[in-house]
């Protein structure tokens, strides 16, 4: 199982951007579906962006244009580039892993990763 740690949260101003990276171990991190979810305080975990084995990406319509996810294989890491950023936004954001591939509709579904990491706060302030 892949262990994985989140780094690069803050606290920033709407219009600002963040940069979030997912560290993961193991020795077979290229044949993970890596997926960022983000929860706010009382509601439900939604998914933001995911990226497959090949490299074929997925964004939440409300992070379209504004978020991008891409993966270093040989640094086992994942990135989640965030510009645009506004007060909506603001929550815990987790890194998650999946192993092998997977449809894109489940790709969106929190329930299907096996493998998640701790958490980085982003707040965004108005």
């Known amino acids: 199982q892949v262990q994985l740690v989140e780094s690069g949260g803050g606290l920033v101003q709407a219009g600002g951007s963040l940069r979030l990276s997912c560290a993961a171990s193991g020795r077979t991190f290229s044949n993970y579906v890596i997926g960022w979810f983000r929860q706010a305080p009382g509601k439900e975990r939604d998914f933001v962006a995911a990226?497959?084995?090949?490299?074929?990406?997925n964004y939440a319509d409300s992070v379209k244009g504004r978020f991008t996810i891409s993966r270093d294989n040989a640094k086992n890491t994942v990135s989640l580039q965030m510009n645009s950023l506004k007060p909506e936004d603001t929550a815990v954001y987790y890194c998650?892993?999946?192993?092998?591939?997977?449809?894109?509709?489940?790709?969106?579904?929190?329930?299907?990763?096996?493998?998640w990491g701790q958490g980085t706060q982003v707040t965004v302030s108005s």
């Open positions: 990226i497959t084995t090949d490299g074929n990406t």
């Open positions: 998650a892993a999946r192993f092998g591939g997977m449809p894109g509709a489940i790709m969106t579904v929190a329930r299907f990763f096996s493998s």
